[in-house]
Structures are given as structure tokens and as C-alpha cells.
């Protein structure tokens, strides 16, 4: 197990299906064949989802705030348990303590990523389950999402979404930003960082020579600056630096089509969360995998939130979690990726 990487895995907000996949997923064998796994959470709420589903435990349990949980496990599940009373009873609905305990639950993740490599509580990278940002805010945190809390935690100088599946890959300029707002936030540095992250990403993915299509932010790219001017001003000069800089990238194009010619690019770079967000979720929901560009840290994530609507039943799927798993091991694999595995 000592020459295995850890991963480790975030239980998300504990009223939502992140403690079921967790459970459906490490109860695949195949899954520990690479990696061992750490889970950060409360081991009485993964123990209740299991009993649901007809699921043995097959973790070993360490109190988070015990000794032993600074010393070597030779174990291949470990559950670092850190509860909250009350969890067991809450409602599937945002509340106050699912938003302090997912959230710390995230801080001592990154908190054990960033420690020295001989480290016992050294893991290589992290898996969040969904968190429910309402039950952040109520707890009083002002963190937008996962995203922001890894940037400034591990001093990451930028970043960017990128989602990856077998039909697509986007990469979003702008990430967790009301529409209204998008206009005074974006710019010709965040266009290009988005760009030029995508570049490195798809080389991190095993793609050599990586084509990039970039959209527009107006409906017909802004039907040359009639319908808007931000492809002229930002989007364009990003576009012809990032090409001064060697990366085959071409557009702005209508976001309303690029999506439809996927096999002539290997990445795509949206401007705004929902706008490449849709195609992503039509074309691959359950199986893409949300990895966060720029991080000193492998951190990956499914494709979905927290879905209080189904926590109560079976029928969590835990697809894109078992997906978020294997990027990440891949990722911190010394063997290069190879694009037809994705």
C-alpha cells in the first residue's frame, strides 16, 4: 500500500448524495487497484448510506482528532471520521451545520495535499463531493465554491474549470460569476489564462498538439461588434496572443455552434459557467469529470451538486464520482496519459 498514491475524498455537504456515491464507488474493488483512499467526513452518515444500499463497510475507521490519525494506516479505505452532532437528522435542504462541516471537512484536504511528501497524513490528490453552496453562506462562509477556496489556498496565481469526458472537454474563462456581472470581470488576461490552461491541460491529458475553439460572449460572436464588443476588445487580442505564444487556437466562435464541431477541436474555452456548461451536461452528465487547472494539487470532482432531491432514495449515481477518481489517479500517475483512455 506504501507505494500506492492516496487520494482523498471529501464528503461534500452530508445531507446531499455525496456520502452514498462515496459508498457505492469505494465499494468497487477495481477502484483500489491504483491508489488507496482517504475519506474526509463523518463515518456514521457513510455507514448509514451503505446500510441503504445493501453495502458492506469496507473501510477502516480513524478518529480525525486522535493520534492515530497522524500515524502510517496500511489500509486501503480509510475513513478520517470528524462528525457534528446532529448530522444523522438533518433535512435534505441547506442548512447551517452541512455548510461548517463540508467545509472543513475541504480545509483539511488541502490542508494534508500541501504537506511534506514523508508526511503519514500526506495525500497526492483530492476528490470533492458536492457541496451545497446556500449551506456555505449560512454558515457564513463567502466563498463562491470549491474552485475559489483551492485557488487561494494553494496560492494558485490563476485557474479555470475544465471538464473532461469522452465527447467533450471545456474550459471556462469565467467560473462562479452572476451573468450581469460577467461583462466587468472578464478580460484579455482571463481569456488568455483560459486558453493557455487549456493548452496545458490537454498536454496533461496526453493530447500533443492541442486544438483550441474559443466562443464568443454575444450571441453570433457579436455579429462583428454589432450585437457587442467584447469579442473585438478582449476575446480577439487574447486569441492572437496566445497564437504569438504557439497555441493552435482559433475563433471567437457562436457559442450557439462551435458545439457541433467537436471533432475538428480537442478543447473548448467558454466564456461563462452556463454557457459551457449546457453541452457538457446534454452530451456527457454522469460520466464527466470537473478538474481545476492552475493548482499546485490534482483536484478533480463530478459533475453534478448535491441533489437533496434523491439523497432520501437508492438511485444516486455514482458514475462521475468513480470518473473523478480515476482522473485524478491518472493524473498523479508517473506514466504519461494516453487520450484514448479518457
Given at each position: ?221 457579436g455579429e462583428n461588434g454589432l450585437l457587442g464588443d467584447e469579442e473585438v476588445r478582449l476575446i480577439e487580442p487574447a486569441i492572437k496572443l496566445a497564437r504569438n505564444n504557439g497555441i493552435d ?46 493548482l499546485p494539487i490534482v483536484r478533480t470532482s463530478p459533475d453534478h451538486g448535491t441533489a437533496f432531491d434523491i439523497a432520501d432514495t437508492k438511485d444516486a449515481n455514482p458514475h462521475s464520482l468513480i470518473h473523478a477518481i480515476g482522473l485524478a489517479t491518472a493524473l498523479i500517475s508517473p506514466k504519461p496519459l494516453l487520450k484514448s483512455t479518457l
Open positions: 500500500m506504501n507505494n500506492k498514491p492516496t487520494i482523498g475524498i471529501t464528503m461534500g455537504d452530508p445531507a446531499g448524495i455525496g456520502p452514498q456515491i462515496i459508498a457505492k464507488a469505494i465499494s468497487d474493488r477495481k477502484l483500489l487497484l491504483h491508489n488507496r483512499i482517504v475519506i474526509y467526513g463523518a463515518n456514521d452518515v457513510l455507514t448509514l448510506e451503505a446500510d441503504k444500499c445493501g453495502i458492506n463497510p469496507n473501510w477502516f475507521r480513524v478518529d480525525a482528532k486522535s493520534n492515530r490519525a497522524s500515524q502510517p494506516i496500511d489500509s486501503a479505505i480509510v475513513v478520517l471520521d470528524d462528525s457534528e452532532e446532529g448530522l444523522l437528522h438533518l433535512l435534505r435542504e441547506p442548512s447551517i451545520v452541512g455548510g461548517v462541516v463540508s467545509k472543513r471537512w475541504v480545509e483539511i484536504a488541502i490542508e494534508d495535499s500541501l504537506r511534506k511528501p514523508n508526511d503519514p497524513r500526506k495525500i497526492d490528490a483530492i476528490v470533492t463531493a458536492p457541496i451545497c453552496k446556500q449551506s456555505w453562506q449560512m454558515a457564513g462562509y463567502k466563498w463562491a465554491g470549491h474552485t475559489e477556496l483551492f485557488a487561494v489556498r494553494t496560492k494558485a496565481k490563476r485557474h479555470a474549470m475544465m471538464f473532461v469526458s469522452e465527447k467533450l472537454r471545456v474550459v471556462l474563462a469565467t467560473c462562479h460569476i452572476p451573468l450581469m456581472d460577467i461583462r466587468n470581470v472578464l478580460t484579455i488576461g482571463k481569456v488568455h489564462d483560459a486558453i493557455d490552461l487549456a493548452f496545458q491541460g490537454c498536454k496533461q491529458l496526453g493530447i500533443e498538439s492541442p486544438r483550441i475553439a474559443v466562443t464568443g460572449l454575444n450571441p453570433h460572436a487556437v482559433r475563433g471567437p466562435f457562436p457559442a450557439d455552434t462551435i458545439f457541433t464541431k467537436l471533432e475538428s477541436f480537442d478543447v473548448v474555452v467558454a466564456m461563462y459557467h452556463d454557457q459551457g456548461l449546457l453541452p457538457v451536461k446534454l452530451l456527457s452528465f454522469g460520466s464527466a469529470v470537473n478538474w481545476t487547472l492552475g
